[in-house]
């Protein structure tokens, strides 16, 4: 006996010990390892599919614009944007209002990627609430938005691409 008092229990919330953070954590764990298995059979990285899908979304935005949405440094998102534009699947285009940015739009090889990613994202999303039937789905969908946005998270973007180093992406 050393005389140093029992760590506290853990304290449950709610009468069957409900713990939202953990079961949060257990299950965004799961989804990360499952997509980037996903991905991977495209020969992307999470944080290269989440990019693709970004530049998609809005052809045309400058790299500075995306490194701040994403909060990458923009020296970090150069570097990261080199890795994927080498690949063909990116690229940048001179901003024809201001010369000193670079636009990113997705190339004939990433379109096709994005092909692939569609429907790596419907097969997981599918897997991931098979147990949720379209009601259930759609309420939590809601209800998890609402947490993001109480957390001050970013809408749609990982909080992956702040710690992200180009060398060994994980997002």
Do not use: W
């Not at 954590?25 to 693709?52: I, N």
Request: net charge negative; with cysteine; hydrophobic share 40%.
């Amino acid at each position: 006996m050393t005389g140093t008092p029992d760590p506290a229990p853990i304290p449950h919330t709610g009468p069957q010990g409900a713990q939202v953070a953990f079961l949060l954590s257990q299950l965004g764990e799961h989804a990360s390892q499952a997509f980037a298995r996903r991905v991977a059979e495209l020969d992307l990285t999470p944080a290269q599919a989440g990019l693709l899908r970004t530049v998609a979304l809005s052809p045309g935005r400058h790299q500075q614009e995306l490194a701040r949405q994403l909060g990458m440094s923009p020296s970090r998102f150069v570097a990261f944007v080199d890795a994927i534009e080498a690949r063909g699947l990116v690229e940048r285009r001179r901003n024809p209002k201001d010369r000193r940015f670079q636009d990113l739009y997705l190339a004939p090889q990433g379109e096709e990627a994005m092909r692939g990613l569609a429907e790596a994202a419907f097969a997981h999303e599918e897997a991931i609430c098979a147990g949720l039937d379209p009601q259930e789905r759609l309420a939590l969908a809601g209800l998890l938005r609402r947490v993001a946005e109480t957390q001050h998270l970013t809408a749609g973007v990982h909080p992956g691409y702040r710690r992200l180093d180009p060398g060994h992406d994980e997002a």
